[in-house]
């Protein structure tokens, strides 16, 4: 079992900068793949980073390329995703998400690759 808290939402203006936390505890947290989904009122979750347990690969979704960073620390079992311009369409619940892999440079993509889930955090961005 791992469990996964995020934390840092808030409430920002267009253009601004935040970054999400998450503190993985209870397995080894080097072996799991850790993603950041995000899911706004109606709609289906989705992608949005992800990054291998080595850290050395990482994946992003078109909409944040360029503005979106992903990071983990393993000493501190934390993951974190830094947020820059961010734009009003960037209103959503962030989660958190684990995926165990046995590969250094594997990450998922897809929902349905992740076992483990926070709770999300709320993330605003107002116009």
């Known amino acids: 079992q791992v469990q996964l808290v995020e934390s840092g939402g808030g409430l920002v203006q267009a253009g601004g900068s935040l970054r999400v936390s998450c503190a993985a505890s209870?397995?080894?947290?080097?072996?799991?793949?850790m993603g950041w989904f995000r899911q706004a009122p109606g709609k289906e979750r989705d992608f949005v980073a992800s990054?291998?347990?080595?850290?050395?690969?990482?994946g992003y979704a078109d909409s944040v390329k360029g503005r979106f960073t992903i990071s983990r620390d393993n000493a501190k079992n934390t993951v974190y995703l830094q947020m820059n311009s961010l734009k009003p369409e960037d209103t959503a619940v962030y989660y958190c998400?684990?995926?165990?892999?046995?590969?250094?440079?594997?990450?998922?993509?897809?929902?349905?690759?992740?076992?483990?889930w926070g709770q999300g955090t709320q993330v605003t961005v107002s116009s």
């Open positions: 998400a684990a995926g165990y892999t046995y590969s250094r440079s594997y990450y998922g993509t897809t929902v349905s690759e992740y076992g483990y």
């Open positions: 990054i291998s347990w080595s850290g050395g690969n990482t």
């Open positions: 209870g397995r080894t947290f080097s072996n799991y793949a």
